[in-house]
């Protein structure tokens, strides 16, 4: 692939993964304002929150499948019309079609989560480290952008909280536009994107598992800082609005470790110093909130930015360095996004569970240090240089 092509590739990828969190994240800030007009419960409201991290891990092993019959490139491209199409469904009176349009929302992502990765394993492999990196500040970024604009994007203009999520399907379309000349590039050469070849066996792969282990393990962590700890905040004493700027400088740190982690790993034959090290800063944060919450409250959501930066960006790009081939990297995806993705839904729900038994976040927080003993074990065996089926990386 030329320079030129590489350099169009990387801007068309960013375009594309830029859109994978706004939507979902941005409903967080407006959820109140959701419930106030739908007259949705708790329990439903938070449903637009939760439902598309679900749907990321039921609907991720869909993927290579559409990939080996369409081409990944062109699936990607669908995935972004029926994003675009689910955005704004869910602006459409009726709580049906809020629900619905979530759903849409969700399996797009999901689609595009597992085939991004083995695109770049296909056309970008001699830069597969900085084009991960690419990707995981992509993913982090538009995170961190969604929740800081949502309330301005509304207040300027003076709508109401479906004017302000309809906007976010803008970049979707740029994005979609960007991506079509990629589409019709490979169609030119003939090609499928790689999948034609069904990789298949993954299941029972020990390093599949290993890499499944460290997705699945890092996204509870994410998730659920994500969740709780502005709770665990405001409940010993911090103002709300102190607690969300905390938040948002966890995803802003987070920013910078995404992209640094990945080029790191593709340095390297080995990962796991990396792998370990990333988990390293996870548990001097929770650490340090069961020592001072409050006190030490800027420190530790740096800590947590650096460690679910880096921890993302390494999972992901271990499922590109551990696979030999586009087919095998899209299969990895989809099992370790399925995994993970659904253990990191149901994390936050069983740590709040946890808290509401005992009364306080001490408990939940001693848990999720727990965790992270596991979570080292997989770094260490996902980041052997080993491929998945056996083979030396």
């Known amino acids: 692939m030329t320079r030129v092509r590489t350099l169009l590739l990387l801007a068309a990828l960013v375009l594309v993964t830029l ?10 800030p407006l959820l109140d304002e959701i419930r106030a007009s739908t007259g949705m419960s708790g329990a439903e409201a938070s449903l637009l929150t939760t439902l598309p991290v679900f ?17 990944g490139e062109a699936v990607i491209a669908g995935a972004m019309v029926v994003l675009a199409a689910g955005i704004v469904v869910r602006v ?8 619905g349009g979530t759903v849409l929302i969700g399996g797009a992502i999901a689609v595009c989560n597992v085939l991004v990765p083995s695109v770049i394993k296909r056309d970008l492999p ?18 961190a952008l969604a929740a800081g604009l949502a309330i301005p994007v509304e207040d300027a203009l003076g709508t109401d909280w479906r004017g302000g999520l309809v906007p976010w399907v803008l970049p979707v379309v740029l994005a979609l536009v960007a991506w079509l000349p990629v589409v019709r590039i490979v169609r030119a050469r003939g090609e499928q994107n790689g999948h034609a070849a069904m990789a ?3 299941w029972r792969d020990p390093v599949a598992w290993a890499v499944t282990g460290f997705m699945g393990l890092q996204t509870l962590q994410f998730y659920t800082a994500t969740a709780w700890v502005p709770t665990i905040f405001v409940d010993h004493g911090m103002t709300q609005e102190r607690a969300g700027l905390l938040l948002a400088l966890m995803n802003v740190v ?14 390297m034959r080995r990962q796991v110093g990396l792998g370990v090290g990333s988990v390293a800063f996870w548990a001097a944060a929770w650490i340090g909130m069961l020592a001072a919450p409050v006190g030490g409250a800027l420190l530790w959501m740096v800590l947590m930015g650096v460690a679910q930066g880096a921890t993302l960006g390494v999972a992901l790009t271990l499922m590109v360095l551990r696979s030999p081939d586009a087919a095998h990297t899209a299969e990895l995806s989809g099992m370790a996004q399925t995994v993970g993705y659904l253990v990191g839904g149901f994390g936050p729900l069983a740590i709040g569970a946890l808290h509401d038994a005992t009364g306080d976040w001490q408990a939940s927080i001693a848990v999720l240090l727990v965790l992270l003993v596991p979570l080292t074990a997989v770094a260490v065996l996902a980041g052997r240089a080993r491929l998945v089926r056996g083979g030396a990386a």
């Open 254 to 267: 987070g920013v910078g470790s995404a992209l640094a982690a990945p080029v790191l790993a593709g340095r």
């Open 19 to 28: 859109n994978l969190r706004p939507a979902i994240v941005a409903v967080s």
């Open 126 to 143: 001699h830069i597969a480290g900085l084009a991960m990196g690419v990707y995981a500040m992509a993913l982090t970024g538009g995170a």
């Open 55 to 71: 749907c990321f891990g039921a609907l991720a092993p869909l993927a290579p499948r559409l990939a080996r019959r369409f081409g």
């Open 200 to 202: 298949g066996g993954l």
């Open 92 to 99: 459409v009176p009726g709580t049906a079609l809020l629900i």
